[in-house]
């Protein structure tokens, strides 16, 4: 367990739908990373939040979302849900800006059919 | 801009043969972290190596930074089957975000 928890696990919905990823950080951690892969593919970053606010933004597409609530935990809101986003979405947390690495969760397991 | 080149991208060996997985970057770093991925798992991390020099081993493999030449190399010795997996090298850019290399699939023979 890296201490960082994701939910849920996997998520099998329709195209057109939408979909809420949670992420809880480590302990002690301020800064929550997301992540897509899709099959086979390498990570693409999607956003990133330090303590409540949005620090970076990668490529993530508009009909995303996330935020990053008082007690650090964070939300990745996916919406218009099309074929292609399926993937595994991976959350990461560091204890700041990420000097020492970041520590991922076991990720989510999107399928939209 | 900061790019990251790994490689090979796919390496299929034989158990007990040595091989280093190469990652190459294109500006001034001094951190670069080694992750080991198994398919449909979490990340997880092998190696932080955070000055010139630095060399960091764990049971087969060995990680190495050379700032200077901007080369990270990931040394696999007698390999095993449980070693195969997806490694990926990241090095942090100049706004403390990591970058990175597309990631080596390791393929392990008995």
């Known amino acids: 367990d890296s201490g960082v928890t994701q939910t849920p696990k996997h998520l099998i919905t329709a195209t057109g739908q939408r979909v809420t990823l949670r992420c809880s950080p480590r302990s002690g951690d301020l800064s929550v990373y997301w992540y897509q892969q899709s099959l086979d593919q390498g990570l693409q970053f999607l956003i990133q939040y330090y303590n409540g606010e949005e620090r970076a933004k990668g490529n993530i597409l508009e009909r995303f979302s996330a935020q990053q609530f008082p007690d650090l935990h964070s939300e990745l809101n996916l919406s218009s849900l099309e074929l292609g986003d399926s993937a595994l979405y991976f959350c990461?947390?560091?204890?700041?800006?990420?000097?020492?690495?970041?520590?991922f969760g076991s990720g989510t397991r999107l399928t939209v059919v | 801009e900061l790019k990251v080149e790994q490689n090979p991208l796919f390496l299929s060996m034989q158990e007990g043969k040595n091989y280093t997985i190469y990652c190459n970057y294109s500006t001034t770093s001094d951190r670069l972290y080694w992750y080991r991925q198994d398919p449909g798992k979490s990340l997880e991390s092998l190696f932080v190596?955070?000055?010139n020099g630095a060399v960091k081993q764990e049971g087969r493999l060995m990680a190495s930074l050379d700032t200077k030449a901007r080369l990270s190399t990931l040394h696999i010795t007698a390999a095993v089957h449980d070693l195969s997996a997806t490694y990926f090298c990241?090095?942090?850019?100049?706004?403390?975000?990591?970058?990175w290399g597309a990631g080596t699939k390791l393929i392990i023979k008995p």
């Open positions: 990241a090095v942090m850019d100049s706004n403390y975000q990591l970058i």
């Open positions: 190596l955070l000055s």
């Open positions: 990461a947390s560091s204890i700041g800006e990420g000097g020492y690495g970041y520590t």
